[in-house]
């Protein structure tokens, strides 16, 4: 084991059988630590084994993990994989550029960001209580450890926070994307990491959205800017038709269809019943629908009934003009989609820079 951090050992009574079969073709496919296996009676004996099993040993956290073989259903391909994955994760793992495919990888869906300074010794000490927390979560919640003084001003960004604000913690879960916050301001230690870890998984903490502040000019331009906190008054009014652009500062589309959109608002500026407005996804969440490219337009027509409409045509004035002329409606052979720039696929679909397709 001296080059390798990990060493998959699997021990089997009899190797003719199909579980050995099994584990060397998942073997075949693993890239990052060695496989072997034996049938030796004083192997089972010297490390406590009375039956099939395939033992992870590893030169960090618990030093071993054990995965018993099911003598009735066999030896489960996926099952071990995942198993393999879980716990070849550390306790708790850095998050950085070499880490993040791990980690994305990983497919344990909640991960738990503690975001510290690491210049600090008293950051730095907050570790130990976070690591002691992790072991009961193993599988089901990652943890994370963000420095704020590296770069990663992407993932503070994502979550809404600035590098001030650590030490702190946040959990995301990587398939609904939704984000929990502690309440108020609250000690790291072992016993409070695993209560806020438990409290969410129990669905006792609400989801938090991001949000910046309504600009107080927000509606004197002829393109109206919407934020998470005025964006429901202004796209359910029932007495306007509006017309919403979703976008990334850093999306090439976006800039490409800006003159269109700003063309649009002028032409439609005298006209009381329709809104011509744009939304900054990256910074506002909504709690009716999530953005997964940029640009996304939506189509928002006046009425109590609160209906959606997505626009996935042409970007440019003609047809954006056509498609509120019919109400939110074009023909057939108009229908055609554009390219759109997509986020890459994060934790938790969510840390890392994103990038245009």
Known sequence: MAKWDMVVIGFFQD??????????????????????????????EKFGLTKDTVVLFKKFDEGRADFPVDKEAGLDLGDLSRFLITHSMHLVTEFNSQTSPKIFAARILNHLLLFVNQTLAQHRELLTGFREAAPPFRGQVLFVMVDVAADNSHVLNYFGLKAEEAPTLRLINVETTKKYAPAGVIPITAASVAAFCQAVLHGEVKHYLLSQEIPPDWDQRPVKTLVSKNFEQVAFDETKNVFVKFYAPWCSHCKEMAPAWEALAEKYRDREDIVIAEMDATANELEAFSVHGYPTLKFFPAGPDRKIIEYKSTRDLETFSKFLDRGGDLPEEESKEPAVSAPEAQPNSTLGPKEEL
Do not use: S, W
């Open 15 to 44: 190797l003719q059988e199909e579980d050995v079969a099994t584990f060397l073709a998942l073997a075949r496919d693993a890239l990052d630590m060695a496989f072997g296996f034996t049938d030796q009676p004083q192997l089972f």
